[in-house]
């Protein structure tokens, strides 16, 4: 059978080892409210938003402990065969965050209008691009000779590029 989320909270599962998402599902009518346990893939830690379609099902012929799929995130799939997209969804079913795995092997986080870097590789570059630049010298115009380093850094700061909630390898 199929019904609707409602709500949800954690408790335990039908064993009682464990804590899971226990779905609030209303099957046929506003009185038919049946809590549910939530069924998702290893590595899936989402609980469906209300309003989604939740696939009802009894295990092993015991009708006092049910499990629920969600289904349906009332999110219009526009995927690739191949591709894999996750999404975090706001209050109102819209898509709030989105990770895009391509079959090229991209990631895309929430579009693709820029690049990530590996901020430490850059700041290292940075560092000896000041270094080189603090000791570099120039020939003196009248004799031709060297003249002392600058001494003057260029303290090029990408500090705010940084963004700590991203990371990659």
Avoid: C
Wanted: overall charge negative.
């Amino acid at each position: 059978m199929i019904g609707t989320k409602t709500g949800h909270s954690v408790g335990k599962n039908k064993d009682g080892d464990r804590d899971v998402i226990l779905l609030q599902v209303r099957i046929s009518d506003t009185d038919d409210i049946q809590t549910v346990q939530l069924y998702s893939p290893t590595g899936d830690d989402s609980v469906p938003i209300n309003g989604s379609d939740i696939v009802v099902l009894t295990v092993d012929n015991d009708e006092s402990w049910k499990i629920g799929i969600a289904v349906d995130q009332l999110i219009a799939p526009d995927g690739v065969a191949g591709q894999k997209k996750i999404y975090s969804v706001d209050s109102g079913g819209n898509i709030s965050a989105n990770i895009l795995f391509k079959t090229d092997g991209t990631i895309e986080i929430n579009g693709n209008t820029d690049n990530a870097v590996r901020f430490q590789k850059l700041a290292d570059q940075i560092t000896i691009l000041n270094t080189k630049y603090d000791a570099h010298t120039h020939p003196d115009p009248v004799s031709g000779n060297s003249g002392p380093p600058s001494n003057i850094p260029l303290n090029i700061d990408i500090s705010l590029a940084k963004i700590d909630e991203v990371k990659v390898k």
